[in-house]
Structures are given as structure tokens and as C-alpha cells.
């Protein structure tokens, strides 16, 4: 089972440099993948109910430019808020420059303002992710009817469908690789799990609540119930690098 990385992006004060040491020491200890999340203009403060404070996507680019082998990933990007040919354009790049380490991880939102602010229909924010997703990956086909599309992948960019309803599942059903529950008790997570096809990874993610016993004990668990990937969140960026050392 792969063990992944959260990185906190809730504090505006935090400076980017520490972002860089966090998914160096992640690499180092053998994470798997370090997933950022993304809030464009939440009502309030970024912490704990918003993070992404620092944009994912450019933010990753800088983080692959930092390390070698780990996999970078979104979790989730809110897509109906993203212009599909922009993030077309902007996932391609970074698999190239990241050596086809990026994942893109995408997710319908549950924020009104947010949606109100940029001008998008909070409504059919589901089928506008499934637009998006069909688009991207026509575009990374080289798919472009309307101009010229460059550069393409030089293999399919990972997509992982993040949430627990039943319209997330279908969509995981649908488009994904992998799929990332979050708030699950690990018996739902894998009610949850059984409903996908074996071709889409069941993956999920829990809190690093400062008891590193208690995290192992649930991701052995996870891993009985046949998790193939499980993502910590490991708190506020003072506590991060400690927790993440103490689960290796």
C-alpha cells in the first residue's frame, strides 16, 4: 500500500521554502505521491476548513523542480472553476517538466461563494467536471479541433476522483485511476471500494492527529481492507515534518 503525503497550504504566513523542505524530507522518507489542495477565493480565512493558499498547480511545478521521484498531485483541484484548455495546457506542461510525475486529482467543490465569485454555475458543477475531465484528456490525446495543442504527455496524465457521494463514485467509475475518499470510517471506506471496477485504485485519507500509534494502527487496518493508497494529512506546517518522520 502506498503511504502519501498531504502538504499543509493553509497558512499565508508560511514561507514557500518550507513547502520545498516538507516534500524533500517526504521523498526522502519513501511517500509516494505529495498532493497540495486548492481553494481560489474561499469567504474566509484560509486554515482549517480552507487550504490552498499557495496555487496548487504552480506551486507543484516548483515543488517537481525540488525533487526527482516523488509523484505531485492535486487534492483536490475545484475543476468546474478552471477553463478546461487552460488546465489542459497547464497539466500537459507539468507532466513534461516533471517527468510524468504529476497527478491530476479533481473534485466538484462544495462551496457556493467561491462559485458565485468566478462566475460559475454552482449547479452543474458535476457535469462541468465531466466535461472538463473529457476535454483535458481529448486535448492530452492530441484532439485539438480548433488549433494546435502542445505539448501532449508523453503518456496519460493520472486522474483521481476525489469524494464519497454517489455521483463521485460513478465519475471515478467513469474517468479515474484512482479514487480518494476523505472522513471515512475505514468499514465505509471499504463499502465504498467495493462499488468500483478493479481497474480504479480505491485510495483514501485520514488526519495525523499527533498520536503516531494510533495513525499506523489505521493505516494497517486500510490495509487489510485492501486500500491501495492512503494520503495523511499531518496538521499545521509547524507540526508537519515531525509527523510525517514519525510514521517511517
Known amino acids: ?99 510524468d510525475r504529476f497527478v491530476l486529482g479533481v473534485g466538484i467543490g462544495w462551496e457556493m461563494h467561491e462559485f458565485d465569485v468566478v462566475g460559475a454555475d454552482f449547479r452543474r458543477r458535476g ?9 483535458v484528456r481529448a486535448l492530452h490525446r492530441g484532439e485539438a479541433t480548433d488549433g494546435v495543442f502542445e505539448p501532449l504527455p508523453d503518456r496519460p496524465v493520472p486522474v483521481v476522483v476525489g469524494g464519497v457521494s454517489e455521483a463521485a463514485l460513478r465519475r471515478a467509475a467513469r474517468y479515474a485511476d484512482e479514487w480518494q475518499g476523505f472522513g471515512l470510517s475505514p468499514r465505509r471506506f471499504a463499502e465504498l471500494a467495493a462499488s468500483l471496477p478493479p481497474t480504479v485504485l480505491a485510495t483514501t485519507r485520514i488526519e495525523h492527529d499527533g498520536d503516531p500509534g494510533q495513525v499506523v494502527a489505521r493505516l494497517a ?27 517511517v
Open 1 to 99: 500500500m502506498r503511504i502519501d503525503a498531504v502538504l499543509p497550504d493553509e497558512s499565508p504566513t508560511m514561507p514557500p521554502e518550507r513547502l520545498v523542505e516538507l516534500a524533500r524530507l517526504a521523498e526522502g522518507l519513501g511517500y509516494g505521491t505529495l498532493w497540495l489542495p486548492d481553494h481560489l477565493l474561499p469567504p474566509g480565512p484560509y486554515g482549517d476548513t480552507y487550504g490552498g493558499v499557495y496555487e496548487p498547480l504552480i506551486t507543484l511545478a516548483h515543488l517537481a523542480a525540488h525533487t526527482s521521484t516523488i509523484r505531485l498531485g492535486t487534492s483536490v483541484l475545484i475543476t468546474p472553476l478552471r477553463e478546461p484548455v487552460l488546465l489542459a495546457k497547464q497539466t500537459a506542461t507539468l507532466a513534461r517538466l516533471s517527468g
Open 221 to 247: 487496518e486500510l490495509r487489510e481492507l485492501g486500500a491501495g493508497a492512503v494520503a495523511v494529512s499531518f496538521g499545521s506546517v509547524e507540526e508537519a515534518g515531525a509527523r510525517m518522520a514519525s510514521l
Open 127 to 135: 457535469a462541468r467536471t465531466d466535461e472538463i475531465i473529457e476535454r
